[in-house]
């Protein structure tokens, strides 16, 4: 973990923001950098039932450009001194997540659970929770 790059999944919500606070905090005191990803899930739907005007990739491809912005934004604000790099993946988020962080061996996941309990909870997925249970290195959810 001491000297192995932190991974901090963003969907650029407030919550997002506080655990990257976490990660940088981390990556200073262990003179490391920080790889920010975002996933860009695949639009769901089927063929039968098309509600968009425009087809799934053309979809995912603004959906990508505009994370892509996103990104670059979130990275002009933070510290130049630390070495941060941004990735875009697209496809599902706790699986591109545990992806990353085993291509990069990361020495720790930094990331935000948006406090869903009871039925909420229930009916979406919980990408943190998924994350926490099947990873290979330390995790850290933030609130």
């Given at each position: 973990m ?5 991974l ?7 919550t ?11 990556a200073?005191?262990y003179?490391?950098g ?6 860009v899930?695949?639009?769901f739907?089927?063929k039968h039932t098309?509600?968009l005007?425009v087809?799934?990739d053309e979809l995912?491809?603004r959906m990508?450009?505009?994370?892509a ?9 933070l ?5 941060i790099e941004g ?6 988020p706790?699986?591109?997540i ?9 020495g720790?996941i930094v990331m935000?659970?948006h406090g869903?309990t009871?039925?909420?909870h229930f009916?979406?997925?919980?990408v943190?929770?998924d994350?926490?249970?099947?990873a290979?290195c330390p ?5």
């Amino acid at each position: 973990m001491r000297t192995r790059q932190i991974l901090c999944p963003t969907d650029f919500s407030e919550t997002a923001s506080h655990a990257l606070s976490y990660a940088i905090e981390m990556a200073n005191f262990y003179k490391v950098g920080v790889r920010l990803l975002h996933v860009v899930d695949k639009p769901f739907g089927d063929k039968h039932t098309r509600v968009l005007a425009v087809t799934p990739d053309e979809l995912a491809a603004r959906m990508g450009n505009e994370a892509a912005g996103n990104m670059r934004k979130l990275i002009g604000t933070l510290d130049e001194a630390l070495t941060i790099e941004g990735v875009i993946r697209h496809g599902h988020p706790a699986e591109e997540i545990l992806a990353s962080a085993d291509n990069i061996h990361a020495g720790m996941i930094v990331m935000a659970s948006h406090g869903r309990t009871g039925l909420p909870h229930f009916l979406h997925a919980n990408v943190s929770e998924d994350v926490a249970n099947r990873a290979k290195c330390p995790v850290l959810i933030v609130k």
